[in-house]
């Protein structure tokens, strides 16, 4: 177990060099943004600074949360559903980390949010490669070495090429997007729960098949709706949905490339085989921008359908998303 003062000097070095990260950032684009940026800098780290001597008193003194609450801590707002679902009427404390509206592709923590993971138990990891996780996980494993982390989907065969995650291995990392991966994350998540608090073994397992039986429902509910599209080729914008697509026989079309904004050429492609396709409707996320998908709309004489990988409410989103790709 590391001493608080390791610990805060760890956080101090993150802190630092998130600082100095942000440093070369300006020089290597010249911008002269740091007097600008100064104030929330040194906001950051006197936050931090705060957050370590609070975290410290209170470690001083008896804990004073209730010690029948679980707490769990997750990368996006889907995996809050499955927690909480295998928790039932138990107490639950969720922390998701890439809050409603963020990017698990751009987001990065608060300080207070790393301060927040001292108290948890448990930290779920999609595992997949995105890449919140690529950045952090290994930095709060050290932060936090008591905290048991679950790879949720490491036995889910990944996808390769969305362009983005982990570049490295060039896998697919939304694997949520798929009701049959979600349910081996929630059979994992479950069992890392059940690690945590043996005593509630039966009742989160009760708990999950529940949830497991109605995964199962909406994911056929699912097939019916896509079964007799006359069109199987979705054009997106950001190519977040090749496990989806995968178990619904669909093919992804997408604009953005290895993460980026499509370059010209590739626009121009993109355009005339969604014209010869018959393609007129674009689906994009609110989490993004979309207003390279507006002008993609605009040049097929079509429109922009926002959906969300991201949605907390998960299998009420999935019926939707589904609802969405048959109802065009
Ligand atoms: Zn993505």
């Given at each position: 177990?590391?001493?608080?003062r ?13 600082f ?21 800098q040194?906001s950051?780290?006197?936050?931090v600074?705060?957050?370590l ?5 209170i470690?001083s003194?008896?804990?004073t ?11 996006i707002?889907p995996?809050e559903?499955f927690?909480?679902a ?5 107490n ?19 300080p ?5 993971l001292?108290?948890?138990d448990l ?21 936090y070495?008591?905290l ?11 996808l ?5 995650g ?17 349910a081996?994350?929630?059979r994992e ?5 059940v690690?945590?608090?043996p ?16 995964l ?7 097939h ?10 979705i ?5 977040a949905?090749?496990y ?29 085989k ?19 998908a ?5 040049e097929?004489?079509g ?20 609802q ?5």
């Open positions: 177990m590391w001493s608080y390791a610990r805060s000097s760890l956080l101090w070095s993150i802190c630092m060099k998130k100095s990260y942000k440093l070369n950032y300006q020089k290597l684009f010249g911008k002269n943004v740091f007097a600008k940026n100064l104030l929330s040194w950051f780290i006197l936050l600074s705060f957050l001597l609070t975290s410290g008193c470690s003194t008896p804990d949360r209730d010690s029948e609450d679980l707490i769990v801590a997750c990368t707002p995996q559903e927690i909480r295998i928790a039932g009427e138990s639950v404390s969720v922390l998701v980390m890439v809050p409603p509206g963020a990017s698990p592709h751009t987001f990065e923590p608060t207070s949010q790393i301060a927040e001292e108290h948890a930290y779920v990891a999609l595992g997949s490669g995105v890449e919140f996780e690529n950045r952090w996980i290994e930095r709060i494993h050290k932060l070495p008591d048991k982390v679950v790879n949720s989907s490491r036995t889910i065969p990944l390769s090429g969305s362009g983005h982990d570049e490295e291995k060039g896998t697919d990392p939304h694997v949520w997007m798929s009701l049959t991966n979600a081996t994350i929630v998540t479950c069992d890392g729960m690690e945590i608090e005593g509630r073994k039966d009742l989160y397992e009760q708990n999950r098949d529940n949830y497991l039986a109605r199962n429902q909406v994911d056929d509910s699912i019916d709706s896509l079964q007799d599209l006359s069109s199987r080729t054009l997106v914008y950001h190519p949905f090749g989806f697509c995968r178990d619904y026989n669909l093919t992804q079309m997408a604009a953005e490339e290895a993460g980026h904004e499509p370059s010209a050429q590739g626009l121009a492609d993109l355009i005339t969604a014209k010869t396709l018959g393609i007129t409707f674009i689906f994009a996320e609110p989490e993004t921008s979309t207003r390279q507006e002008t993609l709309a605009k097929l004489n429109t922009v359908i926002l959906i969300s990988p991201l949605a907390g409410n998960y299998l009420e989103n999935m019926q939707e998303i589904a969405k790709i048959a109802g065009h």
